[in-house]
């Protein structure tokens, strides 16, 4: 994930903040919960935060500053440069294949929550996807044959039977998160098959790779949103707070309103 999603959050925030903001602009974050939770914009004028307690601020605080630094140089530079360098289709076209080869969470929390039909979903949308898709860069499942992905995590597994996720925690480099979202992170990361068949070295080296590579394409293709969220918040950490748990529980609930 690393920072794809306090990418989510910040952009989230936007139309929380933003209110006031053409109607006839399409939602700005790319998930499809997050979609549902923009929509549900507070009265202009209103201030959304504060619902949630926060017990680990004396840690969260520094460690939102400390990846928004982060983001400011190092980032941010590293994603104009590579977005002057990619085509806008051919920088969409990886952030796809990235999404294809985490199918195996999205089966999985799919079958750990009994969603046969979405787990079925997944998997033929992986092997579509993987050959006529040319390995994900494409997605004809959903274009050519109307399989549309079903995203899922072990923390929303994890929310899905009512277990308490904690605490709200900043995490560096990964951004926000909870007590037992973060769990579900490690969770989700031990289901890469290839962390057991290769050398430690090898899979260290591979997945900080791939996890900067998805950082950079992501910020690329939000460039001008991170900077109308920073604009726009009044508190951004506390925006990006809410955004984040707002979020979580409408991706929870949609996974509850699902027919299966």
């Known amino acids: 994930m690393l920072w794809t999603t306090l990418a989510s959050s910040l952009l989230a925030v936007i139309s929380f903040a933003t209110p006031a903001m053409s109607a006839d602009v399409a939602p700005l974050s790319m998930n499809p919960a997050a979609q549902s939770a923009a929509a549900t914009q507070p009265a202009p004028g209103e201030n959304n935060q504060g619902v949630y307690s926060d017990p680990l601020s004396g840690f969260n605080e520094p460690m939102f500053t400390f990846n928004l630094k982060l983001d400011d140089w190092v980032l941010s530079p590293v994603a104009k440069g590579y977005s002057f360098i990619a085509p806008e289709p051919v920088r969409q076209g990886v952030g796809r294949f990235f999404k294809n080869v985490r199918v195996i969470p999205r089966f999985a ?79 989700d990361g031990a289901m890469n098959p290839m962390d057991y068949l290769l050398p430690t070295w090898i899979t260290l080296v591979v997945n900080t790779g791939q996890r900067a590579v998805e950082a950079v394409n992501y910020r690329s293709l939000h460039m001008n949103q991170f900077e109308e969220a920073d604009r726009y918040a009044v508190d951004l950490y506390g925006a990006v707070q809410d955004a984040y748990l707002q979020t979580r529980d409408h991706e929870v609930k949609k996974l509850h309103e699902e027919q299966w």
């Open 109 to 187: 929390n799919n079958l750990f929550q009994l969603k046969l039909a979405e787990a079925g979903t997944e998997v033929a949308r992986f092997g579509i996807n993987s050959t006529l898709g040319v390995a994900g860069v494409f997605d004809p499942a959903d274009k050519w044959f109307g399989l549309e992905e079903h995203p899922n995590d072990f923390g929303l597994t994890i929310r899905y039977y009512n277990i308490p996720t904690g605490p709200y925690v900043m995490l560096p480099f990964f951004g926000p998160s909870t007590v037992g979202d973060t769990v579900g992170l490690v969770a």
